[in-house]
């Protein structure tokens, strides 16, 4: 029984894993999708500065006001949302702590828990790790269905 038991836990284990990393693919959405909001919102703002300037006036200040507050808002949404990952990144690191498991993967070329930007206790500073490349593969078999001719010899055929 003892078997079973340790079963159960390890999947409730990965089912709360899958849940906090599905919950932490949706605030990554929404922190992209509101930073694209934010974009386009800047992006007519400035549209908008510039073609007033290119008239000779300026901006209606209604515009402007409009524009600016939509942009504020989105801004604002951004940070809370980059709050709330950091949030969620700290209290998985806490989980993993107190709960005895291992420390969440690292990517080796920055030192960044996998999926998440790095937060101020963490160094950053380490140095890239080059990944190691094997040489290509010699492909001696000859396949006749491919169009391949056993006779005939190519200049780097040995």
């Known amino acids: 029984m003892a078997l079973w038991d ?13 849940q906090t990393a599905i919950g932490d693919g949706k605030v990554r959405i929404d922190l992209m999708r509101v930073r694209q909001l934010a974009d386009k919102t800047a992006e007519a703002l400035g549209y908008a500065v510039f073609n007033a300037r290119q008239k000779g006036e300026e901006m209606d200040t209604d515009s402007y006001s409009r524009l600016s507050e939509t942009l ?15 949030r969620e990144e700290a209290n998985e690191g806490g989980e993993s702590a107190a709960g005895g498991s291992e420390a969440p993967a690292r990517d080796a070329r920055h030192g960044v828990p996998h999926g998440g930007a790095a937060t101020a206790q963490e160094p950053t500073d380490t140095l890239p790790v080059e990944p190691t490349v094997s040489p290509p593969e010699i492909i001696t078999s000859v396949d006749p269905a491919m169009g391949d001719n056993p006779d005939r010899v190519t200049p780097d055929a040995p």
């Open 72 to 86: 504020a808002a989105h801004m604002a949404e951004v940070d809370r949302l980059e709050a709330q990952l950091a």
């Open 6 to 18: 340790k079963l159960k836990t390890e999947l409730d284990r990965a089912g709360k894993a899958a």
